[in-house]
């Protein structure tokens, strides 16, 4: 099973900064199937990052995604105040799906 | 608008059985890929469950291999979740997911609570 490990686990930001979120795999993944997720506190996860690069349907061009092979990236260029939240990367192998733990992004 | 409600969660003891539903609308169910991820409390997401369009391709995690069953009847837009031999660490949020570059949709969950 390809383990996903998310860094940092927490950052406490300012509305503007520019946010890096870090995903790296235990093993080669298939940029295909490497998505990024954002969770607000009791809502549901959504879909931001597909194929490791394409933005979902809706989501606003301050969100990036980057990378290849085991170093992967969410780039946010702006915090703007709704995208304090958790995130998470994810990816397809060997018929099974895998989450990382998860970056917390807060208000400093 | 594409909706998944889940229903079927509750309150039940280990070693006991619970059977998750979700039900679809607002798309064409039966043309896509559907999986179940769960949410312990406080915890991070994960994957549980997979099944292809036709039923025929199924994946399991294997901390539920041999406990749990995925299956969807595509004539009532429906996919289910059996889950057998509940463990206190079966315990959370149980999401139904699309899956169409990645997990496109989901549900608002259906909360599972193994306890005596």
């Known amino acids: 099973e390809i383990v996903l490990t998310q860094s940092p686990g927490t950052l406490s930001l300012s509305p503007g900064e520019r946010v890096t979120l870090s995903c790296r795999a235990s093993?080669?993944?298939?940029?295909?199937?490497l998505a990024w997720y954002q969770q607000k506190p009791g809502q549901t996860p959504r879909l931001l990052i597909y194929?490791?690069?394409s933005r979902a349907t809706g989501i606003p061009a301050r969100f990036s995604g980057s990378g290849s092979g085991t170093d992967f990236i969410l780039t946010i260029s702006r915090l703007e105040p709704e995208d304090f939240a958790v995130y998470y990367c994810?990816?397809?192998?060997?018929?099974?799906?895998?989450f990382g733990q998860g970056t917390k992004v807060e208000i400093k | 608008e594409v909706q998944l409600v889940e229903s079927g969660g509750g309150l039940v003891q280990p070693g006991g059985s619970l059977r998750l539903s979700c039900a679809a609308s607002?798309?064409?169910?039966?043309?896509?890929?559907m999986n179940w991820v769960r949410q312990a409390p406080g915890k991070g997401l994960e994957w549980v469950s997979y099944?292809?369009?036709?039923?025929?391709?199924?994946y399991y995690a294997d901390s539920v291999k041999g406990r749990f069953t995925i299956s969807r009847d595509n004539a009532k837009n429906s996919l289910y979740l059996q889950m057998n031999s509940l463990r206190a660490e079966d315990t959370a949020v149980y999401y139904c997911?699309?899956?169409?570059?990645?997990?496109?949709?989901w549900g608002q969950g259906t909360l599972v609570t193994v306890s005596s």
């Open positions: 994810q990816q397809y192998g060997s018929s099974s799906w895998t």
């Open positions: 093993q080669s993944v298939d940029s295909s199937y």
């Open positions: 997911t699309r899956r169409k570059y990645n997990f496109d949709y």
């Open positions: 607002g798309f064409t169910f039966s043309s896509y890929e």
């Open positions: 099944i292809n369009t036709g039923g025929s391709t199924i």
């Open positions: 194929g490791a690069s």
